[in-house]
């Protein structure tokens, strides 16, 4: 049911409209390798991962070995993962596999490969050291977004950066350094999140104008997370509606106009 909702973005590719969002405050490689195979059998294809989650690592060798076994194909699966802050000053680097030999690189079944002689093993704490498909073991994502509008120093790598971490924007260098990648084929597309509080009106009539899909990030607001906050949960607009139709906050806030949503398994 869940492969019925779909889309397709203006570059050609389809994207699954329900994502299964990576995230996890403890960092739990167990858990998250544990969570995709059940996630698979729910019936979601589309992950979502980010360099700073420090999911990658679990999520490429769960997502490598279900591929390896004939479970399903890469291109079954649709993996979106994220340009960091501090990565503002060379996207080609940080989503580029900086090819090496001991790493495993897949674009198909890879039957052939004897995959207990091959693997990698990257650890969870080198992360940080590695780009995007090399950490995944993937030779391309499907999607490559923008994490957060706001450009770090390049030694950053923490959740919530302190003042002076901070660097100017510039993006028209993070604009074409993105559409390189794109066009080198490291990623398949590129995008633009909002959530139910941030509506970006105009910016989505432009989008719609143009056929770009818009991918919802946070869109519960990651209440309990650190960083996030109650402000949509908690918003009176969204609580009376919700009272009004019956249905939970988080259930407005899927229903608000978001094109593509990724989901927290405590968000169920």
Request: with cysteine.
């Amino acid at each position: 049911e869940m492969m019925a909702h779909q889309a397709k973005l203006n570059c050609g590719i389809t994207i699954p409209n329900l994502g299964f969002g990576t995230y996890s405050f403890k960092n739990d490689r167990d858990t998250t390798e544990l969570a995709i195979p059940m996630a698979l059998k729910m019936g979601y294809r589309h992950f979502d991962t980010a360099k700073i989650y420090g999911s990658e690592p679990a999520v490429g060798t769960t997502l490598r070995e279900v591929i390896l076994y004939g479970r399903v194909e890469r291109s079954d699966i649709f993996v979106t993962s994220k340009l960091w802050g501090s990565d503002h000053h060379d996207p080609i680097s940080a989503v580029s596999t900086q090819a090496n030999s001991k790493v495993i690189i897949f674009a198909g079944s890879c039957n052939a490969i004897p995959w207990e002689q091959n693997i990698y093993p990257v650890l969870l704490h080198e992360a940080s050291t590695f780009s995007c498909c090399r950490t995944l073991e993937m030779e391309y994502v499907d999607v490559y977004l923008v994490h957060w509008p706001v450009k770090l120093k390049p030694w950053v790598a923490c959740v919530v950066p302190k003042e002076d971490e901070f660097e100017p924007l510039d993006l028209e260098t993070t604009g074409s350094g993105m559409e390189k990648c794109l066009e080198m084929g490291l990623c398949r597309g590129i995008g633009v999140e909002l959530h139910p509080v941030w509506r970006q009106t105009k910016l989505r009539q432009f989008c719609g104008e143009l056929g770009i899909h818009v991918s919802a990030y946070s869109s519960h607001g990651a209440p309990g997370d650190c960083w996030g906050s109650n402000a949509v949960v908690e918003n009176p607009t969204i609580q009376s509606i919700a009272l009004k139709h019956g249905a939970t906050p988080a259930q407005v806030s899927h229903s608000s106009p978001i094109t593509i949503l990724i989901l927290q398994s405590r968000e169920f």
